[in-house]
């Protein structure tokens, strides 16, 4: 499933919203962790939880103050160390106060502002609810610059040192048996974003196949992750099995170099758009964050 899943996703439709909904979502929960995880550095070391105090939308920098000196406010929260708990850090992001309760347990019940080990699935939905209420229904992208030191507002690269972030804690010997779950927590979310973008798009994608396939080459589905939703259970996470379907179409019409060269036509028809190439991007930032993670 694994080895179909990464081969969906090089096969990704055109579609126009990066974020949103339960992926959106997760990835505040997924920051939260790679936050805490960088909290296990020195002080000088760490990098997250930090957000420009001026930026310049026109340079697209941070912005020195009068003495030339870039500044990277630390987040500052209600947990001993003025540690940030995951509301405070939300609104470092934006679009949360800091009084706002959504940390949630595996049943779903609102946590303490104490509490640092939120459960990923039960916590994204209450962000999702929060953002549903306060903008136009999905969670935007966050600003890489409100959030991790010289970030600016390449999300991809955020993505990517992220996670080269929590890889060097576990080679350099921060994780441990006592923090293991910080870890574990974080590979769970990088799992469930993996999930929820392939199989978000995964509905563009089969009819996409569907149109540009020849008519007599049925189009074969796969269950991505979970299968559903976990916002609307309704709402099935599936793409194209595009295994499945070119060696049920081997045929005397149709050998398998001729099927290759037929759906390798149909992805740079896909990737001719711009848009296409960086929600590809952004997915293969995450997977390339999960193997990295569970390879070291």
Wanted: hydrophobic fraction near 35%; aromatic fraction near 10%.
């Amino acid at each position: 499933m694994q080895l179909r899943l990464l081969i969906s996703i090089l096969f990704l439709p055109i579609v126009t919203v990066l974020a949103g909904g339960y992926a959106g979502a997760m990835e505040r929960v997924w920051l939260y962790y790679a936050y805490q995880i960088d909290q296990l550095n020195d002080e000088a070391d760490r990098t997250l939880g930090y957000k420009c105090k001026s930026w310049d939308p026109t340079k697209k920098e941070c912005r020195p103050n009068k003495k030339g000196v870039v500044q990277w406010h630390a987040c500052k929260g209600a947990l001993p160390n003025r540690k940030c708990n995951f509301s405070d850090l939300l609104n470092t992001l934006g679009g949360v106060a800091g009084k706002d309760e959504l940390a949630a347990d595996k049943d779903g019940n609102l946590l303490s502002t104490q509490e640092t080990n939120p459960d990923p699935k039960e916590t994204a939905k209450n962000v999702w609810k929060h953002y549903e209420k306060t903008t136009t229904g999905n969670v935007p992208d966050y600003l890489p610059y409100r959030y991790i030191k010289d970030g600016n507002r390449d999300y991809v690269k955020c993505v990517t040192r992220v996670g080269d972030v929590v890889a060097k804690a576990v080679t350099d010997g921060k994780k441990t048996s006592d923090n293991a779950w910080l870890f574990d927590r974080f590979n769970e979310c990088t799992e469930q974003i993996r999930f929820a973008r392939v199989g978000d798009h995964g509905p563009f994608l089969i009819a996409e196949a569907q149109d540009k396939l020849p008519k007599d080459i049925t189009v074969k589905k796969e269950t991505v992750g979970p299968g559903q939703n976990p916002l609307d259970p309704t709402r099935k996470w599936e793409t194209v099995d595009w295994e499945k379907t070119m060696s049920d179409a081997v045929s005397s019409k149709y050998d398998m170099e001729k099927l290759q060269t037929i759906t390798q036509d149909v992805k740079d028809r896909f990737y001719l758009d711009t848009t296409a190439q960086e929600h590809r991007a952004v997915i293969q930032a995450y997977a390339s964050v999960d193997a990295k993670i569970k390879g070291c």
